[in-house]
């Protein structure tokens, strides 16, 4: 649950910039805006594995 949260965390965080980038034209905010989906990308994979993981290790 603690990276789940931090999912919610980054997808908020990174509001303003994807606003910023798509609505402004800014592309210094579409960089962070590509990191934090990597970032979000890493961490939604953690998750993958932490969910196999547990569900094999129920059966």
């Given amino acids: 649950m603690e990276k789940?949260?931090?999912v919610k965390e980054l997808?908020?965080?990174v509001e303003a910039?994807?606003?910023k980038f798509y609505n402004a034209g800014n592309s210094?905010?579409?960089t962070r805006v590509r990191k934090?989906?990597?970032d979000l990308k890493n961490l939604a994979q953690e998750i993958r594995t932490e969910?196999?993981?547990k569900?094999?290790?129920s059966k």
Avoid: C, R
């Fill in 17 to 19: 910039d994807i606003e």
């Fill in 51 to 53: 969910v196999t993981e």
């Fill in 11 to 13: 997808l908020a965080a």
């Fill in 28 to 30: 210094a905010a579409g």
């Fill in 55 to 57: 569900k094999n290790a």
């Fill in 36 to 38: 934090a989906m990597q």
């Fill in 4 to 6: 789940f949260s931090k």
